[in-house]
């Protein structure tokens, strides 16, 4: 484990007043001690702002330039964080007196409860919950409040064919002109998908919680109901972003709630977890955090993860990903492994892991569009997964250089 990786962890941890195994004095850091990639490092795992209070906490002190770079990246950030949050409330609230019920998932909503401010947690873009069946409904709604669809499409507009190998999007991505920040606006199916099997979502709107910071008032799920919804979404991701597993910590340790609460959360948690069959996603995430922090499970969530399965697998594949900051989720070898050795053990049933490996063949929506074949041809797409991948690669690359360069 590198060592930038671990100073990370350590800043981290003391920011959120989550105690670590390992506790660790510094006096200074070592010369051989990377700061430029530390920095990239807490930009890259969306931790930026932890990693600049942990060190500050540690006494410890980066060279001007890198020290620069991260007072740079924690100030946008936060500016970025303040106008998410107040078109969060314009939206939700707009909704609302248009009939449309609308949730705010993760960003500032996990922040606030998790942490006690919505502007604690890094985030940069807004995630929404619409209980529509889709989301050609909301269109109008949003184009009347400036916002657009980018290039994944609502279903009324797919213009291919019906076929469940091709990967239909849960989302749609919104872009408004001078907005730095995206809006993700999911569907009903769209929460079903990141819980792995169907839930009742009428259920999770009719516990929706009123959230408040600064006069932005939101709604959001129910911290049992988020919770279940973190958990599910770093096991989507593999845990491969620090800022997912630091939530799964805050959410194991109570979010700084007293014994009872704690007591109380944690048993409508386990319920929630139960009933949706995630144990072993509770297991994954809960011995991931344990490497780094010292979690405090109640006996509620204790005996949701006794008994299953051993996730030695899964638990490898995650803590790689997790070092490496998700840099390498994408490549074709890693895409592979995520399906039949991540993802299999995850499942207690044959339906699901053979539902998993399925995920493999499905054709993104972009591949088809960029190489129409006939359905039986559809195989093809697999084989030629790798250039399509490199080649989406090498025009982001052109396009970032093209922007420096502007």
């Not at 795992?45 to 209070?53: L, S």
């Not at 269109?139 to 609502?154: I, S």
């Not at 907005?179 to 516990?207: A, C, K, M, Q």
């Not at 991701?237 to 014994?259: E, M, Q, R, Y």
Request: charged share 25%; proline share 6%.
């Amino acid at each position: 484990m590198k060592p930038e990786f671990k100073m990370l962890v350590r800043c981290c941890g003391i920011a959120r007043n989550i105690p670590q195994k390992c506790e660790l004095a510094f006096a200074q850091l070592s010369s051989d001690f990377d700061q430029g990639f530390f920095v990239h490092l807490a930009y890259q795992h969306k931790m930026a702002e932890a990693a600049q209070i942990g060190l500050k906490k540690l006494g410890l002190a980066l060279q001007p330039e890198n020290a620069g770079r991260l007072r740079q990246c924690v100030l946008k950030g936060r500016m970025l964080r303040e106008l998410i949050l107040e078109e969060a409330a314009a939206i939700t609230n707009a909704a609302n007196r248009a009939g449309m019920s609308v949730l705010v998932l993760k960003g500032p909503s996990s922040s606030l409860q998790l942490y006690g401010d919505a502007l604690e947690r890094e985030f940069t873009d807004l995630d929404l919950l619409v209980n529509l069946p889709t989301i050609d409904q909301a269109l109008p709604f949003m184009a009347a409040r400036g916002w657009e669809p980018g290039n994944d499409r609502p279903a009324g507009d797919d213009a291919l064919p019906p076929s469940v190998v091709i990967v239909r999007s849960h989302h749609v991505v919104f872009w408004k002109k001078g907005y730095p920040f995206r809006v993700e606006l999911h569907d009903r199916t769209g929460w079903e998908r990141e819980l792995f099997v169907r839930d009742n979502i009428d259920g999770v709107f009719s516990r929706a919680v009123r959230l408040e910071q600064r006069g932005n008032v939101f709604f959001a799920p129910a911290l049992p109901d988020h919770a279940v919804l973190i958990i599910a979404h770093g096991t989507q991701h593999a845990w491969a972003l620090l800022h997912w597993l630091i939530d799964a910590a805050a959410i194991f340790n109570g979010a700084d709630l007293n014994l009872e609460r704690k007591i109380e959360l944690h048993n409508a948690i386990a319920d929630r977890i139960c009933s949706l069959d995630m144990q072993r996603q509770l297991k994954l995430a809960y011995k991931l955090a344990r490497m780094f922090f010292i979690v405090d499970l109640t006996p509620a969530l204790e005996s949701a993860v006794m008994g299953q399965a051993s996730l030695d697998k899964s638990l490898a594949f995650a803590l790689a990903r997790l070092q490496a900051g998700a840099a390498d989720m994408s490549t074709f070898r890693n895409m592979i492994a995520f399906r039949l050795a991540y993802a299999p053990p995850l499942f207690p049933r044959a339906k699901g892991k053979m539902l998993s490996a399925f995920m493999l063949f499905r054709i993104p929506p972009k591949d088809a569009e960029a190489l129409p074949l006939p359905r039986p041809l559809f195989f093809i797409h697999f084989f030629l997964r790798p250039f399509f991948v490199l080649s989406r690669r090498v025009k982001r690359y052109r396009e970032r250089k093209a922007g420096a360069h502007d």
